[in-house]
């Protein structure tokens, strides 16, 4: 009779996965319509013709019950003999990364996930630990601001006093992911820049409507400038907790793009991987289909990737790894890291990271590695 349960609510999400199909369809023709989602292939004789690709995508929609949108990044449109059987999904990655990171196993049941997904509350538990990140500048709500240190609240029009000091940081949703509601912040004086926008006040006040983390922009090292110098380029360094304690287990570095502020892949950010074992990038990066393909140097500068090692990159490994020992209570986390003129600091951690950039960087499903790193490993 136990078993009752657990058969009902595989069946109800069988059932409201198969109910998503009409909208997933209409989704599958949007996508390979686009004609800015484009094939990677540089050789178009590698590249199967339309009624394969459709076919294949329509076979991943029944299969799996999702549009398989990292189609083109996996190269699956190559003639070349690729196991499919060794990718995993988005649906059932999603469902193995939330299902151990949200801790039913690791620590008594209780979910630590808050601790990475409040923007606000990570920074103030990294500072309380004296762990290197960014200084917190305030926290915005509903039309307030709340500077560092202070008690009271103040009014948001307190950003234009021209008495109060400068500041440039970076303002986020707290919540918000994928470069979601992210504004680069600069106070001078009595004007209020967002993105490189003088903006007034009722402007500002309607822009960050909710809840918003201030936090110091960090001065990036100079030979990152050299890439792309209108934002933070950060690492994104991937660890999984281990009976034996975390472990560094992936690594990409993330240029800015296209005049953006962010270097976030998916709103037009380039990836590139990185040999774990010297910090080095490999020759080529990758653009999100829709924003560009494959790129040896970066857009902006010029400046190539190949034979580049990141600086202070074993001293980024070895804080990730020791920074996630505080955050025992969770199993996998990606994180997002600065590189200054002086080493790393840490921008931010997320439980809710990305395994397709890893099988489209690698040409190789990382099924296997999923569902045994996803064992509950009491500690």
Partial sequence: MDRIPGLLRRSVSFLREWSRFPANLRRLYAFLTDRRTASYLTDKALMKRKFRIWMDNLIWLLRHREVNEFYY????DSREPRDLSTYISYEDFRKLRDRINFNRHLVAGRDYSILLRDKFVFNK???????????TVALIEQGC???????????????????????????????GECGEKIYRLVKRKGQVLLDDRAVGKEELAATLKGTFFVQQEVRQHPDLDEFYPLT???????TVMTKKGPELFYGIMRFGANGNRVDNWAIGGIIIKLDLASGELRPEGYFKPEYGGRVTAHPHTGRSFAGYRIPFFAEAAALVMETHRYFYGIRHIGWDVAITATGPVII?????????????LDRRGWKQWMYENSRPEPL
């Fill in 145 to 175: 601001i709340r500077w560092a240190g202070a008690r009271d609240l103040a009014s948001l029009d307190s950003l234009y006093d021209a008495s109060r000091a400068d500041i440039s940081a970076y303002c986020k949703y707290v919540y």
């Fill in 125 to 135: 538990y990294m500072e309380s630990l004296q762990l290197p990140v960014p200084p």
């Fill in 232 to 238: 933070t380029n950060t690492l994104r360094l991937y």
């Fill in 348 to 360: 931010e951690g997320n439980d809710n990271w990305e395994i397709s950039v890893m099988q489209g």
């Fill in 73 to 76: 990044l996996y190269q699956f």
